[in-house]
Structures are given as structure tokens and as C-alpha cells.
């Protein structure tokens, strides 16, 4: 027996509820790490902390929607014809367009995340993430077409109409494809940089590469079942639409608190925070030419900085990296 759109937003509601509790510990956590676990005498990281807040009231707002609906359908209107599933099919209804609105902007606020997570580790190179960044426009543009179908479309008109459908699918698909390639881009980069680095560092990048490769994983999958879903016209398309708008956090903030608390580090051991995004060498040319003796430490950043430059960086411009990047290096921090 085919699940109803009731049904469906019962199962969704529970799920998202789950979801968002998981949510708000880690988000607690999240900001623990960012605000008392950084390094003393770093600056707070604001871009993080800002973007780990702004997704939290998103995902707050977003579940608060989904309760008044619930409770406009199941209880305001459970006696209107068509009972609670005929609410639910009132897409030019305020709380349907008021909740599609976050949940899109949402999922704009994760792309870009992962783009800047992208441009950072290829060293600022915006050749890199051109075509993302098309993507994600054309994630914005198509989540403005959903918005404004939703509100021109013929009353009692089924989610999976041709006029909503080809706006539905375009956007799925056009988040999708950003962040795999993306997760592609960043993992690569970083093994790429492994293996440049581990001959003389003795310890290895490969537990951050599978970190991010794990979470993009995630919500990849997420959005692909979602997609089968919607193409299929199962309305259990809205228990993992409503899902996404937790996991969409939850994918943000595990890398931060993995990596900051030291459960992922190089080597795979844990270490000090301040750390984590750095490895020692004792090749003295590595860092600051044949002159230099002594253990330095060298950042991921500065790997790409001296890939780019064809030369390795120096002692100074190490420190002035740490400096610069506040409470842990650019991958650790995106």
C-alpha cells in the first residue's frame, strides 16, 4: 500500500524531530570547539562561527514551520474536505512557500560551504571551482522557479506537476552535482598533497581525506535518494526533504568537532587542537631552504602555497599563516 502525504509528513516530522535533537548537541559542541578550543590568543573564527549559527536558525525555523503545519493540518483543518492530505496540497499556502523558502536557502548556505571548502584547499584558484560556482547559481535561480510555481500554481495541484516538477529536478540535480564535485575536488587536492607530503613527513592526511569524503558521502546520498524519490512521485519524498534540512548541519558541523576535538587527525591520531591541521617534518629544505636546521611544522595551506609558487614556503610565513587562519587551518576550518 502506497504511503499518503499524511502519512508521510507523521513519519517526516518524528524523523526531523530526531534529527535536529542530534543537531543541537552537536551545534552546542560546535561551538565549544570554535569559541574555547581554539588556540590561546586566536581570534575566534567568525566566518565558521557565523555559518554554523546562521544553519542552526535555519534548521530551527524550519522545523518550527513543519510543526504549524502539522498541527494546521491535523488539527485547524482535519475537518475541511480533503481533511489533513488536501492541506498539504495547498502549495500557494504561506507555510508551504515560508518553509520551501528556508529549506532552499538552506541548501544554498551548505553549497556554498563546500565551494568555499573547495577554493580554500586549491589554494584561492578560482579556475577550480568556475563550474561549481555556475552550479550554484543555477541552484539559486531554480530555487527562486520553485518558489514562484509554488505560489502560481492551480489550487489542490500535486507537488510532482510538470510546472513545479522540472524546477524540483533541475534544483536537486544542480546541488547534487556541486557537492560531488566539490567533495571530488577537496579530496583529491588533499591526497594529492598526502602524497607529496608523507614521504618525509611520516604521518598522513588519508583520515581528513576520508572525513570529507565521508560527509559529502552523506548528504550526497541523501539527495540522490531524495531525487529517486520525487522522480518516482512517492510522497515519502517529504520524510527525506525534511530530513536534509538537519543533516545539512550535522554534515557541517561533524567535520569541525571531529577535527578540533582530535577524533580525526593525521595519522588518524588525536592530538592537540591547535595542531591537528598541522604535521612535522625534519627536512630542513622543506621549509625554509638547505640553510635551515631544527623541526619545523607546515600547514596544509602552506603545501598549497608552495605548489603554486614552485618553492617551498618559509619558518615566517608559517607563522603568519597560523596567524592569519585563526583557530585551525583553512581545511579543518571549512
Not at 223 to 249: E, M, N
Not at 285 to 300: M, Y
Request: charged share 15%; glycine share 8%.
Amino acid at each position: 500500500m502506497a504511503i499518503t502525504a499524511e502519512e508521510s509528513k507523521l513519519i517526516s516530522i518524528f524523523i526531523q524531530t530526531l534529527l535536529y535533537g542530534a543537531y543541537s548537541v552537536l551545534f552546542i559542541i560546535t561551538c565549544w570547539v570554535l569559541v574555547a578550543k581554539r588556540p590561546h590568543g586566536h581570534p575566534i573564527n567568525m566566518t565558521m562561527f557565523s555559518i554554523a549559527l546562521i544553519m542552526f536558525t535555519l534548521a530551527t525555523m524550519h522545523i518550527a514551520v513543519n510543526y504549524t503545519r502539522i498541527i494546521k493540518a491535523f488539527v485547524i483543518f482535519k475537518d475541511e474536505p480533503g481533511g489533513p492530505g488536501a492541506f498539504f496540497n495547498q502549495l500557494s499556502e504561506f507555510t508551504q512557500i515560508f518553509g520551501s523558502t528556508i529549506y532552499i536557502a538552506q541548501t544554498l548556505v551548505g553549497d556554498s560551504v563546500v565551494l568555499l571548502r573547495a577554493y580554500l584547499v586549491w589554494g584561492k584558484r578560482f579556475y577550480v571551482i568556475a563550474f561549481p560556482t555556475l552550479l550554484l547559481f543555477g541552484s539559486t535561480v531554480t530555487g527562486g522557479g520553485i518558489l514562484y510555481s509554488f505560489a502560481k500554481v492551480e489550487p489542490q495541484a500535486e507537488i510532482f506537476v510538470v510546472e513545479l516538477s522540472q524546477w524540483i529536478v533541475s534544483f536537486f540535480s544542480m546541488t547534487l552535482a556541486t557537492n560531488i564535485i566539490c567533495t571530488a575536488l577537496v579530496a583529491y587536492r588533499i591526497w594529492y598533497i598526502n602524497i607529496r607530503s608523507v614521504s618525509f613527513s611520516g604521518k598522513s592526511l588519508r583520515p581528513i581525506m576520508l572525513l570529507v569524503i565521508e560527509s559529502g558521502a552523506i548528504y550526497s546520498a541523501t539527495l540522490t535518494s531524495l531525487l529517486i524519490l520525487y522522480k518516482t512521485q512517492s510522497w515519502f519524498q517529504y520524510v527525506l526533504l525534511d530530513a536534509i534540512s538537519a543533516i545539512v548541519g550535522l554534515v557541517f558541523s561533524m567535520i569541525i568537532v571531529r577535527i578540533g576535538l582530535g577524533l580525526t587527525s593525521v595519522s588518524g591520531e588525536s592530538g592537540d587542537f591547535g595542531k591537528v591541521s598541522t604535521f612535522r617534518t625534519t627536512d630542513p629544505t622543506v621549509l625554509c631552504g638547505s640553510k635551515a636546521t631544527g623541526i619545523g611544522e607546515k600547514t596544509i595551506e602552506e603545501f598549497v602555497a608552495s605548489d603554486r609558487s614552485g618553492s617551498p614556503t618559509n619558518t615566517g610565513s608559517y607563522a603568519d599563516s597560523r596567524s592569519r587562519n585563526g583557530s585551525f587551518g583553512k581545511l579543518s576550518a571549512v
